[in-house]
């Protein structure tokens, strides 16, 4: 089993920065891919952005050059740098882990979410 647990989450003024972090604990593989979700009030969740173990990233386009995903693979420590964020970035964060169990066949595992509210 795999536990994610996300901190971090806050208060920010427009241009303001947020650093999120997301423990995880239990049985972690080389293979797994880690990432943040986003979810705001009366959309879908969306891919924030996403990192292998080898240090391989993905940036969904709204926060290309804004955010800046990294992993401590010896912590099991998943972190999200917000900067010059925006009132568009308020939403629930989540923290995500993609596991491929055959081709085909994945699961996810999900932290229980942290908020980000970007207001003045």
């Known amino acids: 089993q795999v536990q994610l647990v996300e901190s971090g989450g806050g208060l920010v003024q427009p241009g303001g920065s947020l650093r999120l972090s997301c423990a995880a604990s239990?049985?972690?593989?080389?293979?797994?891919?880690l990432g943040w979700y986003r979810q705001a009030p009366g959309k879908q969740r969306e891919l924030v952005a996403s990192?292998?173990?080898?240090?391989?990233?993905n940036y969904g386009d709204s926060v290309k050059g804004r955010f800046t995903i990294s992993r401590d693979n010896a912590k099991n420590t998943l972190y999200l740098q917000m900067n010059s964020l925006k009132p568009e970035d308020t939403a629930v964060y989540y923290c995500n882990l993609g596991r491929i169990i055959r081709p085909g066949l994945s699961k996810d595992y999900w932290g229980q979410g942290t908020q980000v509210t970007v207001s003045s």
């Open positions: 239990g049985t972690i593989f080389s293979i797994d891919v």
């Open positions: 990192i292998t173990s080898g240090g391989r990233t």
